[in-house]
């Protein structure tokens, strides 16, 4: 199983105190008598450590590039949790003037499918017997597609903070905690809700043509699956969606 430490919980449930750990733990993946414990080292990749028999002593065993601003990869992992092969690739973000960061929509399906595709030709036995697919991916990209779901323009990435002055701008109006209180995340540039509006004022060309607002969990769902959906936390880093009724937000809107 899987526990996040998202919520409060302590990682200390599962290690020492003076493990060695470097970073910011994220998660525990506990297969049988084996700990692993997921690091996010902020400046870099996230690190796996894995625990020995005795549940006392760690080695850093791998490195795992999850983050899918710069790496998109896929992995296939046994029903008793085993992990049979992985395979990462790269693509890239333009960064620009202004704060701009940006992605190619494409890239992040390029990436879905090379890697997919090289980790079951390294095992073609294990094509014909999956039985689920996960996909993980960054949040708080914004993409609009048209009535065909085609992109408009280059994915704006969480990274991008083009936005700080309608940040500053609405922050003045109405006060960080009346975003807050709608969608439980205080202004940010890196969030959808001021992308939007920064695409209204700077590109009503594309902002008319626009049908659908994705992020890129959507956009590689859609791709796979031919829907376009979200989940509620997606929807929530959106800033658009009002978490104490899980459906938009009239008036974020």
Same mark, same amino acid.
């Given at each position: 199983f899987?526990?996040?430490?998202d919520?409060? @919980? ?8 003076? +493990?060695?750990?470097t ?5 525990? %993946? ?16 996230? %690190?796996?450590? %894995?625990?020995t ?9 791998? =490195?795992l590039? #999850?983050?899918?601003d ?6 296939c ?5 085993r @992990? *049979? ?8 973000? +333009?960064f ?5 960061a ?30 689920g #697919?996960?996909?993980s991916?960054q949040?708080?990209?914004? #993409? ?12 704006i990435?969480?990274?991008? =903070?083009?936005?700080k ?5 609405? +922050? ?8 807050y ?7 940010? +540039?890196? *969030? ?13 060309? %594309? ?32 800033? @658009?969606?009002?978490?104490?009724? #899980? ?7």
């Open positions: 899987i526990r996040s430490f919520h409060g @919980l302590t990682w200390t449930e599962y290690a020492p105190v003076d +493990a060695g750990f970073g910011y733990p994220c998660a525990v %993946v506990v297969s049988g008598e084996t700990n692993y414990v997921l690091f996010d080292n902020n400046d870099g990749p996230h %690190v796996l450590y %894995v625990s028999d005795d549940g006392q002593t760690w080695e850093k065993r791998s =490195t590039t #999850l983050d899918d710069k790496w998109y990869g896929a992995m992992i046994m029903a008793d949790g @992990l *049979l092969a992985s395979h990462t690739e790269h693509y890239p973000t +333009a620009g003037h202004g704060g701009t940006e992605q190619d929509p494409e890239d992040w399906w390029r990436g879905t499918c090379e890697s997919s595709r090289e980790v079951l030709n390294r095992h073609p036995e294990a094509a014909s017997s999956v039985v #697919l996960s996909v991916t949040g708080g990209c914004t #993409l609009l597609l048209d009535e065909d779901n085609r992109p408009l323009h280059e994915a990435s969480w990274l991008d =903070t083009r936005t002055d309608i940040c500053q701008e609405w +922050a003045s109006e109405y006060g960080h905690e009346h975003f209180q709608h969608a439980g995340w205080t202004l940010k +540039a890196c *969030l959808s809700l001021t992308q939007l509006e920064w695409l209204r004022r700077n590109r009503p060309d %594309v902002f008319a043509r626009a049908k659908v607002m994705v992020g890129t969990l959507d956009y590689v769902m859609m791709k796979l699956t031919v829907r376009i959906a979200t989940d509620p936390t997606n929807a929530a880093i959106s800033q @658009l969606c009002r978490l104490e009724r #899980l459906e938009w937000s009239d008036e974020m809107l």
